[in-house]
């Protein structure tokens, strides 16, 4: 006998004990596809035989089984599985999968069961036992279909058993094999003129006969479904779908008016409403073995596809995830009706559960069903049914390319029910009422998540560091729907071993060249803090592109996501004193957008600082100074009086003067500002706009675009001063050493040293996007005041760089992913997803003086 | 870091026996974070000035980890090397121990006679400012120099800092001004460098001996010098209450009724406003409830003395929920309880449909926490999706600030509040959302309802 078996489905052993259940099970599935009940008693109770663990053995073997099944995996139960309660809850845990049940029965004689339970030692029960377990399953044996179970195989002799062979095949929505390419074609509902041309417009040539058509080299088409009614030619539709279907150049998916058409033609009793009157009307004209053709091709439509690896989905009405390459009754409703509330609207028309706006699922689903005024993605999903025979569009998604192409109706056919093409409808998709586009859900962040990105590809962010994240982003952050972007940390250069240094240019640029970067652009550090600003031409634009609802323009937040002004007023000043840069620069045509996101350093940094400077920096560098003074008196003192103090004194000397330098430093940060026209921008990335994410520019187009807004408006953006350097060239870097040694000497922050690509892979994957070196006057503020003497410097050169720059990576490619994703407007959770995880990662400990 | 102690005893130089350092010598000691180097500055009959130098080394403090206040680099970038802080404290131990002790072989005499010393500390981080300084001196029968320091002479806007320069003045016993900085120069920086145990009463009860138990600040200085441990802090308040002479504390009998009152009031308030939120949840007949923003739990304890069927905390603050959990020993309920309850890590700016499926939800001084521009994500998750028939927000009535006379005016009532509304502002917002969401909305006071500013803390009820 051959055994068929749909993949994955739940195959059930039946037989009673020593029918040769575990034996079969061995020779035809893998071992870890086989659960036991016997191997489940070992596990609860260490004794596969202890019958008084059989409860808790089952609540095990029905946790794995349900675990494998929502994976989904083939799963095979070996257990007597004789009595109907014991079937009952393995048949209930395939359905809540939506995954079919099987039943293999192993009928093997009473004799054969006896001789093989006496020749084992650990099954010494009576032979009542078998016997029982033979007649209970002789009872069953009729019911099994009835049970539930898709099919029931009955092997009656240890022949039958041995001669078996079981075959898998895939189930029929699983197409994952079938790569396309695809044009997903929408709701037809009978316009045959617009089908062709749609068809044509896509490259598909139709034959002289108006059906046998053609498809461009590899492409094939599929059909979301409803080929009939309401529209002007049902026949003519059902004729080019089926050659189609028949010639392999064409997907074809049930709409629920094919299904009740179906009803009709297999001669039920259906209303005959919503257009069915017509395409019974046209089919009477035609020779009745076009019904019986269409009967027959309506039969064997499957619920729904899962092509092109998984990628892609495609159902009538759409497909939640949890039901993507399943079948059951429920899998079949949802994709012909998709989810409905059961209440009806003012319209009479069912209330849709807005599944798409919910779904977080990594396939594409492309669904009709619901005319639109025009499709959109939301969430990975796209509706292209744009109402065709309602006057609208016939619509095609071109697959993977996912550009939509559509032809207009020739006329409206049918008046809608309800007006689609109303303009509440033609909104982008805001969501609804109780679930705004702009409420995240909590799942959309909280646990662990592995992030999939461009650069890197997958960044996995720790829970316990999402639910740090999760508090700073829901208290302090900037409406999620301006964060488009974080920067990620950065690293210093490995520590020097020069005296009185911690950190040199030597270092970077040993790195590069080890790394395979040739070139690389120096860029002064400036003594501000970090701001992503986000800019609009104008508030509709912010509206449009960022969907805020306030007038706001743009945003400045700081590195951890937090408004960097208070005053929202503030905020619009400093707006559009950037956004008249812009324009004097002529950006917004040069870049083909009207919003940008540039990267920058606002400064002072007392301007976002003051307090930690004075309440921090300044006071110790009183205490030192009020300190070191009266110390060095006492010692003047006891120097004159004689005693041997003079070594003490010198260091104290030697004390202050590194305190006198550490206040240099922090007083360099300090500038009063009295509004915004009293602080300076100085930009160094252009990071996106909607032409795209410019991290495949170099650096120096970026700093020339930067040096454009500085020219628009000199008072109030600040150039970045750099150096591009040859790391295969001494003269080049001795010329780049020096100007460091003149940023820093005077107490300059330092520099940043990045491959001149903006991205650059090594042999370990992402290099550092970027390498501080910080001035030795500058790191007072970092490692203490009097870091660099001799006690000390030493002992602060061990320290480990390894997670900060295993951080800067990551965080790097979240930073570009969340970017792209924005570009691609793809949804917000997903652009979320990647902005959060650069916080959440921020919550990991380093050594913050890295 | 500095420390000099001048006499004018005769002779002077006998503060060399006393301390048991020779006047002529420079003397060096090691202790555990740095050295200590004593010396004599001044050495004459007249006059005899002795000196603590100690070099603290910063490299090794930061393996102490010092977790201060939210800056990262605190550990890094502090004032520790410079001032008089529980590191002196412990240097005094350890290089003028005998003398603390108050024996000096040979000089039985002087050592047990109060002469006339001045201590002089260039930097003291004194949290509580030259004020508190006078009263923890003051009472000791000094004479007080006290200077605040500039924080940065370029910045003179900018005004002092936490450290004084400090110089005290007195007739007095050695041993006795050495243990008065011992305890409290680090109640003064309110800080302590190393852990603390139950060893640590032990330490103040000995260096207090004779002058703590009666000194009016005793309670300040003890909750500081154990770090506000109460687990330490109460024994060792008891143990000086034994010290005291019986009637010893009836003068100060008013002053702690009316500290006690002003604590009360405000204890009060919020006892009111949980009672109240308690009674408008019973009121709804809800068997279901959810509190929002549940912080340490204050609510979640008493709704589970009531018959819920289920309570549920939810916060965005991890800290917070496990705070919750330990208030309402959720490790000790049997299992019956512990299903009626569960915390919900959860930020109300996130949709959580976790929320969905109760009767009633209380978000009790929860939204002006918000940032007003998330208050909309926030209406959305509570009354969009969640959608309890019941919900009662508490928020403060920023008119009524004017009646609580420490609060400076135009100033919020908590550092961390975006915003507090008057009542015509928050009745504008409970409206706008009740009509967008379909429920109703009615108010309750909270606390006295003043004729002219309303109550304290306002409260909508929503219903549906």
């Known amino acids: 006998m051959r055994i068929d078996l749909a993949d994955p489905c739940l195959v059930v052993l039946i037989g009673p004990s020593g029918s040769g259940k575990s034996t079969f099970a061995r020779r035809h599935f893998l071992p870890t596809e086989v659960i036991s009940s016997d191997f489940c008693r070992g596990l609860v109770a260490d004794d596969e035989n202890d019958q008084r663990a059989t409860e808790d053995a089952f609540a095990v073997l029905h946790f794995i089984a349900g675990r494998r099944l929502a994976q989904p995996r083939l799963t095979v139960v070996d257990a007597t599985n004789v009595q109907r309660e014991s079937r009952r809850s393995l048949i209930e845990i395939a359905k809540r999968h939506d995954l079919f049940a099987v039943a293999i029965v192993l009928d093997t004689p009473e004799a054969t069961c006896l001789e093989r339970n006496r020749a084992r030692a650990d099954r010494a029960f009576g032979p009542h036992v078998v016997r029982q377990q033979r007649s209970q399953l002789r009872r069953s044996l009729k019911g099994l279909q009835r049970e539930g179970f898709r099919r029931v195989w009955v092997l009656r002799s240890p022949e039958d058993i041995d001669a078996a062979e079981v075959r898998r095949a895939p189930l029929w929505t699983d197409r994952r094999a079938e790569h396309g390419p695809f044009d997903v074609i929408g709701d037809v509902h009978g316009c045959y003129a617009e089908l062709v041309a749609l068809l044509r417009a896509l490259g598909y040539d139709i034959g002289a006969d108006g059906a046998t058509v053609t498809p461009p080299a590899g492409r094939r088409a599929v059909f979301v479904g409803d080929y009939g009614d309401r529209g002007p030619d049902t026949p003519a539709v059902l004729r080019l779908v089926m050659a189609m279907a028949a010639a392999g150049s064409a997907i074809c998916l049930p709409g629920n008016h094919d299904v009740k058409l179906l009803r009709k033609l297999k001669g039920r009793d259906v209303q005959i409403t919503h257009g069915l009157g017509q395409t019974l009307e046209q089919l009477a004209t035609q020779p009745p073995q076009l019904s019986e053709q269409a009967r027959d091709f309506l039969d064997g439509l499957v619920s729904h596809a899962v092509l092109d690896d998984g990628k892609l989905v495609v159902a009538h009405a759409g497909m939640k995830e949890a039901y993507q390459g399943r079948s059951s009754g429920r899998v079949r409703e949802y994709a012909l009706f998709g989810e409905t509330t059961g209440e009806t609207d003012a319209f009479g028309l069912p209330v849709r559960l807005q599944w798409a706006r919910d779904y977080r699922g990594a396939a594409a689903v492309v669904y009709g069903h619901t005319p639109v005024a025009a499709p959109e993605w939301l969430n990975n999903t796209i509706n292209v049914d744009s109402g065709c025979v309602f006057g609208g569009r016939l619509t095609a998604l071109r697959w993977p390319e996912r550009e939509l192409v559509s032809v207009p109706a020739a006329r409206t056919y049918y008046e809608p029910a309800k007006p689609f093409l109303a303009a509440d409808d033609a909104a982008p998709p805001a969501g609804d009422e109780d679930r705004p586009a702009f409420l995240l859900d909590v799942d959309d962040v909280a646990g662990k998540r592995i992030v999939q990105t461009r650069l890197a590809r997958t960044v996995t962010v720790r829970e316990e560091n999402a639910a740090a994240a999760l508090e700073v982003m829901s208290r302090f952050a900037s409406d999620p729907r301006w964060l488009v972007y974080l920067p990620p940390t950065m690293a210093p250069t490995a520590t020097s071993q020069r005296a009185e240094l911690l950190e040199h240019p030597d270092e970077a640029f040993a790195e590069y060249r080890a790394d395979g970067v040739p070139h690389v652009v120096c860029e002064e550090k400036h003594m501000g803090s970090r701001a992503i600003v986000v800019v609009c031409r104008d508030a509709v634009a912010a509206r449009e592109r960022f969907g805020v609802d306030s007038a706001e323009t743009g945003a400045i937040y700081t590195r951890t996501g937090r408004p960097f002004l208070e005053s929202p007023a503030d905020t619009e000043a400093a707006l559009s004193r950037v956004r008249a840069a812009v324009d004097g620069a002529g950006l917004w045509d040069e870049l083909d957008t009207d919003w940008l996101v540039l990267d920058c350093e606002l400064m002072p940094w007392s301007a976002k600082a003051l307090e930690l400077i004075r309440r921090q920096y300044a006071s110790v560098g009183a205490a030192a100074r009020a300190g070191l003074a009266a110390t060095v008196a006492a010692l003047d003192a006891g120097a004159a009086r004689g005693l041997d103090v003079a070594a003490l004194a010198a260091a104290q000397r030697g004390r202050i003067e590194h305190v006198e330098r550490y206040v240099d430093a922090y007083r360099r940060y300090v500038w009063p500002v009295t509004g915004v026209g009293d602080l300076r921008l100085a930009p160094f990335h252009v990071l996106a706009a909607q032409s795209g994410v410019f991290v495949d520019r170099e650096h120096t187009w970026h700093l020339e675009l930067c040096d454009r807004l500085t020219a628009a408006d000199p008072d109030w953006f600040t150039s970045t001063a750099r150096r591009i350097v040859d790391v295969t060239d001494a003269g080049s870097q001795v010329a780049a050493v020096a100007w460091w040694e003149e940023l820093t000497g005077d107490g300059g922050e330092g520099m940043v040293v990045k491959p001149l690509g903006f991205v650059a892979r090594g042999r370990k994957g992402l290099v550092q996007p970027g390498i501080k070196c910080r001035g030795r006057e500058y790191l007072r503020i970092i490692y203490g005041p009097e870091y660099a003497a001799p006690g000390q410097i030493d002992r602060l050169r061990r320290r480990s760089l390894g997670r900060k720059r295993s951080l800067a990576v990551r965080e790097f490619a979240l930073g570009v992913e969340a970017l792209e994703r924005f570009v691609r407007r793809e949804p917000l959770h997903r652009v979320h997803e990647c902005v959060f995880g650069v916080l959440a990662m921020e919550s990991e400990p380093v050594d913050p003086r890295l | ?464």
């Open chain 2, 1 to 464: 870091m500095l420390l000099t102690i001048t006499t004018t005893h005769r002779p002077a130089t006998d503060l060399g026996f006393l301390l048991h350092k020779h006047p002529g010598r420079v003397q060096r000691f090691d202790v555990p974070f740095g050295a200590a180097h004593v010396f004599y500055p001044v050495a004459s009959e007249e006059c005899c000035r002795v000196a603590l130098l100690l070099e603290i080394d910063p490299v090794g403090l930061v393996r102490r980890g010092r977790g201060a206040s939210g800056f990262a680099l605190a550990e890094y970038v502090n004032d520790r090397p410079y001032v008089a802080s529980s590191f002196l404290s412990v240097a005094l131990v350890s290089v003028f121990k005998s003398a603390m002790a108050g024996t000096c072989k040979g000089h039985e005499e002087l050592a047990g006679t109060a002469i006339g010393l001045e201590a002089s500390l260039p930097v003291v981080p004194a949290r509580g400012g030259a004020e508190l300084v006078r009263r923890l001196f003051g009472p000791l029968g000094y004479e007080i120099d006290v200077t605040p320091i500039a924080l940065d002479g370029q910045f003179p806007d900018w005004g002092d800092g936490r450290h004084v320069a400090l110089t005290l003045r007195g007739e007095l016993r050695l041993a006795d001004l050495l243990r008065h900085l011992y305890v409290l120069l680090p109640v003064l920086d309110d800080d302590k460098h190393y852990w603390i145990d139950e060893d640590e009463i032990g330490k103040l009860m000995r260096r207090g001996e004779g002058w703590l138990a009666e000194h009016p600040e005793r309670d300040l200085i003890v909750r500081r010098y154990l770090k506000k441990q109460a687990r330490l802090v109460h024994p060792a308040l008891a143990q000086l209450d034994e010290a005291l002479p019986a009637g010893a504390d009836a003068e100060d009998g008013a002053d702690a009724a009316a500290r006690e009152e002003q604590l009360e009031e405000r204890v009060s308030l919020r006892d009111q406003r949980l009672g109240t939120v308690q009674s408008v949840l019973k009121a709804s007949g809800a068997r279901r409830v959810l509190d929002l923003g549940c912080g340490a739990g204050a609510l979640l304890a008493r709704l589970l003395r009531d018959d819920y069927e289920r309570v549920v905390g939810a916060d965005v603050s991890v800290r917070a929920l496990e705070q919750a959990a330990r208030r309402c020993k959720l490790d000790a309920m049997h299992d019956a309880q512990r299903e009626r309850i569960a915390l919900l890590h959860s930020p109300l700016t996130y949709r959580d449909k976790r929320l969905c499926g109760f009767d009633a939800a209380a978000l009790v001084e929860v939204i002006e926490h918000l940032d007003p521009p998330r208050l909309a994500a926030a209406e959305q998750n509570v009354f969009g999706s969640a959608r309890p028939r019941t919900v009662v927000v508490t928020t403060p009535n920023v008119e009524y600030n004017v009646r609580w006379e420490t609060l400076p005016a135009g100033s919020l009532r908590h550092p961390d509040h975006r915003f507090e509304w008057t009542r015509a502002q928050f009745a504008t917002w409970a409206e706008r959302v009740g009509a967008q969401h379909g429920y109703a909305v009615r108010y309750l006071p909270v606390g006295p309802d003043d004729p002219d500013v309303g109550p304290p803390t306002q409260m909508a009820v929503f219903s549906r």
